[in-house]
């Protein structure tokens, strides 16, 4: 299979996350990739965010929002700002796409990710563990194809159910089940029989494509030295993110764990990035 028709995606559904954007596509640019960018937005986006995606990426596709039911599991997580993450089921629609690979925004790409999508001769979805519960996986880096029947059930799902995280994370991870036993998907489906999906499971990923950054959540740390070469993917999640640290530099802490360190070198990582998109601009 080649990487002909593939395409890297990312989501920005307003103007907050747009330094987060370009940022990412420098990452991917910074790998030597050959396979287009592209970018949804929403009407919320600005004109003048617009005309600096468009120096960053290829392709520019405008969708409508999503929303879920009910915002009352985002602020069980304390994330009320995630209302609009629903939006992410649009990349099942662009059937102009063979194969993406979705990245939040707010992740940034240590090493070129081209391989991956030779994996879809084999998987219709993957994705790496969720570092809170890794029975689930982090919808912030996904393998996928896009499909009008998987994007319809999707939008059943939203209609008739409340994610139970209150975003796309916990839609997802009904749909795409694992297929052990007990999963919720299939007492959903037990329980609503008129939403007619199919179950689907998705490829574990390594965490390396998807490491989830927190500056209080800890990873095995020595995993993280062990595995230092193979880091792919890092993911900022929670409220702060790197350009909430002004030149990178993370609160100083007296005795600071071997994790908080590392979460600092990885902060100043994205600077690095972000000192490029400065220049270009």
């Known amino acids: 299979m080649s990487h002909s028709n593939s395409a890297y995606c990312t989501l920005l ?3 907050n996350y747009l330094i987060a954007a370009l940022v990412l596509a420098q990452s991917l640019k910074n790998t030597g990739t050959t396979i287009p960018l592209c970018v949804l937005i929403t009407v919320a986006v600005s004109e003048v965010s617009i005309k600096r995606l468009k120096y960053f ?24 700002d995630l209302h609009t993450t629903l939006t992410k089921l649009n990349l099942w629609t662009l059937s102009q796409y063979e194969r993406i690979l979705y990245l ?8 070129n990710l081209d391989h991956l999508f030779l994996l879809l001769s084999h998987v219709t979805f993957a994705a790496s563990p969720e570092l809170g519960f890794p029975d689930c996986f982090n919808s912030g880096v996904m393998l996928l194809k896009p499909n009008l029947t998987i994007f319809n059930d999707l939008t059943k799902l939203v209609e008739e159910i409340e994610s139970f995280d209150g975003g796309d994370q916990g839609i997802l991870n009904l749909y795409f089940s694992d297929g052990t036993r007990g999963h919720p998907m299939q007492q959903l489906l037990t329980e609503k029989e008129n939403i007619g999906c199919t179950i689907h499971s998705w490829y574990r990923l390594s965490f390396t494509y998807n490491m989830e950054m927190h500056k209080v959540y800890r990873m095995y740390i020595p995993a993280v030295r062990r595995y230092q070469h193979e880091h792919k993917v890092l993911h ?13 530099e993370v609160d100083h802490v007296e005795n600071a764990s071997a994790y908080y360190l590392f979460y600092g070198e990885m902060v100043k990582r994205w600077w690095d990035v972000h000192r490029q998109v400065e220049g270009q601009e």
Request: aromatic letters at 8%; zero cysteines; hydrophobic letters at 35%.
């Open 13 to 15: 559904t307003n103007d």
């Open 57 to 80: 990426y290829d392709e520019i596709h405008v969708v409508p929002s999503i929303s879920g039911v009910s915002t009352a599991n985002l602020e069980l997580i304390g994330r009320p």
């Open 104 to 111: 939040d925004a707010d992740t940034l790409v240590l090493s």
């Open 236 to 248: 900022f999640i929670g409220k702060e993110k790197p350009w909430h640290f002004p030149n990178g």
